[in-house]
């Protein structure tokens, strides 16, 4: 199948040749007629299989077969849980849109509000933003809902983890009831099945992958090792390979930035990202990663959501996400668009029951081993039934009905996308690759 084939104009299809693709991928190929044919949809892929033009080029078509002429107002919605996501999925509508006359903007947390409100103010055809700061916007007066007619939720599994459906229920209020909605999810909760339900209008359902699964083209591997000798392991690994390039995700903020001083005190060039850098660090520290100035970038959850690295080759858990569907998301940073890529987490005894449960949701069983000279003195037990956390039913602790329960944190970081608010080396086991 071509692009030629799926309906889209000739400027679409110019810009689409400009960036070097011919062929669609398996969720562009469902996606785009269904979107195209204004049906409201709920669309499950992995990140990195190109999701974002699934829903970009559809929408450009739309918008110029409805334009009026008259004076630019809001018509497509795309919400985003995280800035470095709105800023993706902003550039992606510039660069399939470069043909056509249509204004986007972003507005996230971060940055000064001033410029938002001045480019909001001269008139635009996309919005694509964060909830806080679109939220901000409305309480100023200087956004506009009532036109829209195209509402894109993306990554919504990682709005309800960070606790945004109260905002979004507002956001809601303010768009008009006859709309065209799209969701996209990387995992199928029954929390994310309810929204749709709640959301959606006899929606068209595509999975481009099984939900809650990993991509193939990453090879996935766990290293035994105690927790004291975590950042030792990780620097050998990085030193005996020749990495050039590796996203180490960490459980928090205070951990990366730890981590950071360390690697850097071990002769590795390092930065870290986070809730609490503003948004020029933050763009510093991926600019820096992406020419390979930085060979590893240590990132919480929160900040890597959106971040693209074109054939970024490694992903390392220094730190086992608690929930098992945030090591899907973790991973799926590498092995993006057909490229192969490597995910390695490190394991201590304590995290045992953390890797059974990933083990459980992507119905697998990683690969297990340690590192020659790094061999666990605590033993590490991965065949234990459910997670502490996750077998217990929590407090709600939001104010939506759709908010998850079970899992630790619903609504702590409440915001995050926006600014912040005062108040392959020698093994011992030959099992893996």
Not at 200 to 206: E, V
Not at 208 to 222: D, F, H, L, T
Not at 240 to 256: M, P, S
Not at 401 to 430: C, I, L, T, V
């Amino acid at each position: 199948m071509s692009f030629d084939s799926l309906g889209l104009s000739a400027e679409l299809l110019r810009a689409i040749s400009d960036q070097g693709y011919d062929a669609p991928s398996a969720i562009q190929a469902e996606a785009i007629p269904t979107v195209l044919a204004g049906h409201d949809l709920m669309a499950g892929a992995q990140t990195g299989t190109g999701k974002t033009a699934a829903f970009t080029l559809p929408m450009l078509q739309n918008l110029m077969a409805t334009a009026t002429g008259g004076p630019r107002r809001v018509r497509a919605l795309v919400l985003a849980p995280t800035r470095e996501l709105a800023d993706q999925v902003g550039k992606s509508i510039r660069t399939y849109g470069r043909h056509l006359p249509l204004r986007c903007a972003e507005v996230y947390g971060g940055m000064p509000i001033g410029p938002q409100i001045r480019f909001l103010r001269s008139g635009v055809d996309v919005l694509v933003a964060t909830p806080g700061r679109l939220i901000d916007h409305l309480d100023r007066g200087t956004v506009d809902l009532s036109a829209v007619q195209m509402f894109v939720l993306d990554e919504a599994d990682r709005m309800l983890d960070m606790g945004f459906m109260p905002d979004i229920e507002r956001l809601l209020g303010e768009l008009p009831h006859k709309r065209q909605t799209l969701l996209f999810s990387a995992t199928f909760s029954r929390a994310i099945k309810a929204l749709a339900h709640e959301l959606l209008d006899h929606p068209k359902l595509i999975e481009a992958a099984s939900p809650n699964a990993a991509a193939e083209s990453v090879s996935q591997s766990a290293y035994f090792v105690d927790a004291g000798r975590k950042r030792e392991l990780l620097a050998h690994l990085i030193d005996t390979n020749a990495w050039r390039q590796v996203l180490v995700f960490t459980r928090t903020k205070l951990g990366a930035d730890r981590l950071a001083r360390d690697l850097e005190r071990d002769g590795i060039r390092t930065a870290a990202i986070h809730g609490d850098k503003n948004q020029q660090q933050r763009s510093r520290a991926l600019a820096a990663f992406k020419r390979q100035s930085v060979q590893a970038l240590i990132a919480t959850d929160v900040a890597a959501r959106g971040i693209d690295i074109h054939q970024l080759p490694h992903v390392v858990n220094y730190e086992l996400p608690t929930n098992p569907e945030d090591y899907v998301h973790r991973i799926g940073r590498t092995g993006r668009g057909g490229n192969s890529g490597e995910a390695i987490s490190l394991v201590c005894a304590e995290e045992g029951s953390r890797l059974a449960a990933i083990n459980r949701l992507l119905k697998t069983r990683i690969a297990s081993s340690s590192v020659e000279g790094f061999e666990p003195k605590r033993p590490v037990r991965v065949d234990q039934g459910r997670d502490g956390n996750r077998g217990k039913k929590r407090p709600h602790r939001g104010h939506s009905r759709f908010e998850q329960r079970g899992r630790p944190n619903g609504g702590a970081h409440k915001r995050a996308g926006d600014a912040p608010r005062k108040g392959g080396p020698r093994r011992s086991n030959a099992s893996t690759r």
